[in-house]
């Protein structure tokens, strides 16, 4: 049997999100968010489902922590609710809100737990909306004023900060495929959306910067890396503009090397930007988060609207009909690595992956127990390629498995579990998984497949 080692300073966490955790919309003060507003829309989430109460981790955060220290977790990644701090998003500060975060992160530090706090997981607030939200650069001075709450707030427990989880999906799954809040499907609002999406990263580190605090900060992106379905030159390059459309777009800004030009000259996609927009967008940041779950096959394909087809793969898939494809983890570390070389003049930049895990249907067995032995493979296989990419070169320094409890899954409601520990949604009772404890022995040096 091979064992997952591990250098002994990797840091082993589990992520969550504020809106598909906590619940209690409509206590403490939380104004509204744009996903309460989307998933009240007919036929926008499974089942009509919404996360007002979700796991109810406003409530039973100290639980949680207990958990995540039962099972060796060092670091917990949790996602700070915008309408929680500023309920309009801008002007009045919520002081309930803020008390809420602060006991969550002593709850930690109690357990020697780490916060990992992302400052914006897909909450924006509804007002902000109504003006536009991420289509309205104005939405740009609502971000600063909260990132500045953020940094006073939290400033001193917060351990490591990531600025915006999954650009992609807030700009392109959200405003141009229209399947997430807030339901567009718009080319010109999805261009814009990305750039002040960018353009609110580059604004978050810049305030931190002129701060005196001294946690790392970073971003997290779910970069699509496909492969080309064949070794033709046609697939090669369409691959590479697939790369480039959902990918190149927010992570080569970040790194100082502007927007990539295969999208403005094959798929004619200008972005609004102004003087100095890019210099904003390409501050140093001290690591680079990556989010994965699958690899797909890509095609050229003139028909398409964006010359681009998915095609068939020979793979097992999990609940959610995404392919296993641990190997696609190693090419995108690999290309993450090589691509971030020398940004901001420095020889490498650190690497988290910040979320990795898999939906299976999962069951409850009469003895009370979840064996969820294909989850635990799909982990067994990600997580011997982190250990063989580091021996690479690769500078991994961590990894957060996705996710800690089963949770609303956005348009999924609650129909996809992707929790190592188990919710029984009409009790909220929490039951580890057999993943969850073959994650506790990874930890603590037993990785033995």
């Given at each position: 049997?091979?064992?997952l080692?591990f250098p002994?300073?990797?840091?082993w966490?589990?992520?969550?999100?504020s809106?598909?955790?906590?619940g209690?919309?409509r206590e403490g003060?939380?104004?509204?968010?744009i996903?309460?507003?989307?998933?009240?829309?007919?036929?926008?989430?499974?089942?009509?489902?919404?996360?007002?109460?979700?796991?109810?981790?406003?409530?039973?955060?100290?639980e949680?922590?207990?958990?995540?220290?039962?099972?060796?977790?060092?670091?917990?990644?949790?996602?700070?609710?915008?309408?929680r701090i500023?309920?309009?998003?801008?002007?009045?500060?919520?002081?309930?809100?803020?008390a809420?975060?602060?006991?969550?992160?002593?709850e930690?530090?109690?357990?020697?737990?780490?916060?990992c706090?992302?400052?914006?997981?897909?909450?924006?607030?509804?007002?902000?909306?109504?003006?536009?939200?991420?289509?309205?650069r104005?939405?740009?001075?609502?971000?600063?004023?909260?990132?500045?709450?953020?940094?006073?707030?939290?400033?001193?427990?917060?351990?490591?900060?990531?600025?915006?989880?999954e650009p992609y999906?807030i700009?392109?799954?959200?405003?141009?495929?229209?399947?997430?809040a807030p339901?567009?499907?718009?080319?010109?609002?999805?261009?814009?959306?990305?750039?002040?999406?960018?353009?609110a990263?580059g604004?978050?580190?810049?305030?931190?910067?002129?701060t005196?605090?001294?946690?790392?900060?970073?971003?997290?992106?779910?970069?699509?890396?496909?492969r080309?379905?064949?070794?033709?030159?046609?697939?090669v390059?369409?691959?590479?503009?697939?790369?480039?459309?959902n990918?190149?777009?927010?992570?080569?800004?970040?790194?100082?090397?502007g927007?990539p030009?295969l999208?403005?000259?094959?798929?004619n996609?200008?972005f609004?930007?102004?003087?100095?927009?890019?210099?904003?967008?390409?501050?140093?940041?001290?690591?680079l988060?990556?989010?994965?779950y699958?690899?797909?096959?890509?095609?050229?394909?003139?028909?398409?609207k964006?010359?681009v087809?998915?095609?068939?793969?020979?793979?097992?898939t999990?609940a959610?009909?995404?392919p296993?494809?641990?190997?696609?983890?190693?090419?995108q570390?690999?290309?993450?690595?090589?691509?971030?070389?020398?940004a901001?003049?420095?020889?490498?930049?650190?690497?988290?992956?910040?979320?990795?895990?898999?939906?299976?249907?999962?069951?409850?067995?009469?003895?009370?127990?979840?064996?969820?032995?294909?989850?635990?493979k799909?982990?067994?296989?990600?997580?011997?390629v982190?250990?063989?990419?580091?021996?690479k070169?690769?500078?991994l320094?961590?990894?957060?498995?996705?996710?800690?409890?089963?949770?609303?899954?956005?348009?999924s409601?609650?129909?996809?579990?992707?929790g190592?520990?188990h919710i029984?949604?009409?009790?909220?009772?929490r039951?580890?998984k057999?993943?969850?404890y073959?994650?506790?022995?990874?930890?603590a040096g037993?990785?033995?497949?």
């Amino acid at each position: 049997m091979e064992r997952l080692v591990f250098p002994k300073d990797f840091v082993w966490g589990t992520a969550t999100a504020s809106y598909q955790v906590e619940g209690a919309t409509r206590e403490g003060g939380r104004g509204e968010s744009i996903w309460d507003t989307f998933s009240r829309k007919p036929a926008a989430v499974y089942a009509g489902e919404n996360g007002d109460v979700a796991c109810d981790q406003y409530h039973r955060y100290a639980e949680d922590v207990e958990l995540m220290a039962e099972l060796g977790f060092s670091s917990y990644r949790f996602s700070i609710a915008w309408p929680r701090i500023i309920p309009a998003g801008t002007g009045k500060v919520n002081p309930e809100g803020i008390a809420y975060y602060r006991k969550l992160c002593d709850e930690l530090h109690k357990r020697n737990i780490t916060a990992c706090a992302t400052i914006y997981h897909w909450d924006l607030p509804q007002p902000l909306e109504d003006a536009g939200g991420w289509t309205n650069r104005s939405v740009l001075d609502a971000f600063e004023e909260y990132v500045k709450i953020c940094y006073k707030e939290f400033g001193d427990v917060v351990d490591m900060w990531i600025t915006v989880n999954e650009p992609y999906c807030i700009a392109l799954l959200g405003h141009l495929i229209g399947v997430h809040a807030p339901g567009h499907r718009d080319l010109e609002k999805a261009l814009a959306a990305v750039h002040h999406i960018n353009m609110a990263h580059g604004i978050a580190v810049r305030e931190y910067r002129k701060t005196n605090l001294k946690a790392p900060i970073g971003i997290t992106w779910n970069p699509d890396t496909p492969r080309p379905a064949t070794a033709s030159e046609a697939d090669v390059k369409a691959a590479n503009l697939s790369r480039a459309f959902n990918t190149e777009v927010f992570i080569f800004p970040c790194l100082g090397k502007g927007y990539p030009e295969l999208v403005k000259s094959e798929l004619n996609c200008e972005f609004p930007v102004k003087e100095g927009d890019m210099e904003t967008i390409a501050q140093p940041v001290d690591f680079l988060g990556v989010n994965y779950y699958f690899e797909n096959p890509v095609a050229a394909d003139e028909k398409a609207k964006y010359k681009v087809s998915a095609k068939p793969f020979w793979q097992e898939t999990t609940a959610t009909g995404w392919p296993i494809t641990p190997g696609g983890l190693e090419r995108q570390l690999l290309w993450i690595a090589e691509v971030s070389k020398g940004a901001f003049g420095k020889a490498e930049i650190p690497i988290y992956i910040t979320e990795n895990g898999c939906a299976i249907e999962d069951t409850v067995t009469g003895d009370g127990r979840i064996h969820d032995t294909r989850r635990i493979k799909y982990l067994q296989q990600h997580l011997a390629v982190c250990a063989d990419v580091i021996k690479k070169g690769v500078p991994l320094k961590g990894y957060y498995v996705w996710s800690l409890l089963d949770n609303f899954e956005w348009a999924s409601g609650y129909s996809k579990r992707f929790g190592i520990i188990h919710i029984d949604f009409s009790t909220l009772k929490r039951t580890p998984k057999d993943s969850a404890y073959f994650l506790r022995d990874v930890i603590a040096g037993y990785g033995d497949w």
